[in-house]
C-alpha cells in the first residue's frame, strides 16, 4: 500500500542512493531484458555498473533524478539534451533511461518518475521529450505510449552480438 502521494518525492539523486541504485539497475534490466538481450552481454552490463559506478555517476550528473516512496528509494531516470537533436523529432530534450524496481511496478509510480522527468527538462528550457526503447520490451512501449507519446522513428542497435529494433517516442 503506497498511502499519500506526499510520501512519493522525485527528487535528484546522492551518493548515499549508490547502492540502491546498483540493486534497482540489476533488478529492472534482468526482468525487462531477459530473453531480449544475450545472456552473457546483459550480466557484464549489469556487473559494470555496481555501487562504485552508481557513487561516481551519481556525482557527476545533475541529470540523474530518483523517485522514494516513504524515503525509500524504488526508481530512477536520467535525462538531458536529446542526442537526436536536429535529426530525429523536434524534441530538444530525453529521457535516457527511466526504471522502477521490478517489485514497485504496476502500482502508478512510473508516472510520478516519468512526470518529475519531464517537469525538469522544462525547467531546463528543454522543449519536447524523446525516449528510445528496444521493440522487444513491450511494458516500456505500453507505458510510453499510456503516457501520450507516439512513435516518430525505427533504428536497429547491434547489442551483444544480437541486431534489436529500437522505438523512439515524442511528445510535443
Not at 45 to 56: D, E, L, N
Not at 121 to 127: I, M, Q, T, Y
Not at 151 to 164: D, N, S
Given at each position: 500500500m503506497l498511502g499519500s502521494s506526499s510520501h512519493i518525492v522525485v527528487r535528484r539523486g546522492r551518493p548515499s542512493d549508490a547502492k540502491v541504485l546498483s540493486g534497482i539497475f540489476r533488478d529492472?534490466?534482468?526482468?525487462?531484458?531477459?530473453?531480449?538481450?544475450?545472456?552473457?552481454?546483459?550480466?557484464?552490463?549489469?556487473?559494470?555498473?555496481?555501487?562504485?559506478?552508481?557513487?561516481?555517476?551519481v556525482r557527476s550528473?545533475?541529470?540523474?533524478?530518483?523517485?522514494?516512496?516513504?524515503?525509500?528509494?524504488v526508481g530512477y531516470a536520467t535525462l538531458g539534451l536529446s542526442r537526436t537533436r536536429g535529426r530525429i523529432g523536434k524534441a530538444e530534450g530525453e529521457i535516457y533511461e527511466i526504471y522502477l524496481s521490478p517489485l514497485q511496478q504496476g502500482q502508478g509510480l512510473g508516472e510520478h518518475l516519468f512526470e518529475g522527468s519531464r517537469h525538469a527538462?522544462?525547467?531546463?528550457?528543454?522543449?519536447g521529450l524523446i525516449v528510445w526503447s528496444l521493440a522487444d520490451n513491450q511494458g516500456a512501449?505500453?507505458?510510453?505510449?499510456?503516457?501520450?507519446?507516439?512513435?516518430?522513428?525505427?533504428?536497429?542497435?547491434?547489442?551483444?552480438?544480437?541486431?534489436?529494433?529500437?522505438?523512439?517516442?515524442?511528445?510535443n
Open positions: 529492472s534490466w534482468r526482468n525487462a531484458y531477459s530473453g531480449i538481450i544475450p545472456h552473457q552481454h546483459l550480466e557484464g552490463m549489469i556487473s559494470r555498473r555496481g555501487p562504485k559506478w552508481w557513487t561516481s555517476a550528473r545533475e541529470s540523474l533524478l530518483v523517485l522514494s516512496v516513504a524515503r525509500e528509494v527538462l522544462e525547467l531546463r528550457g528543454h522543449a512501449l505500453d507505458f510510453y505510449w499510456r503516457r501520450g507519446g507516439r512513435p516518430i522513428a525505427e533504428t536497429v542497435e547491434l547489442i551483444g552480438g544480437a541486431k534489436l529494433k529500437k522505438i523512439a517516442f515524442e511528445w
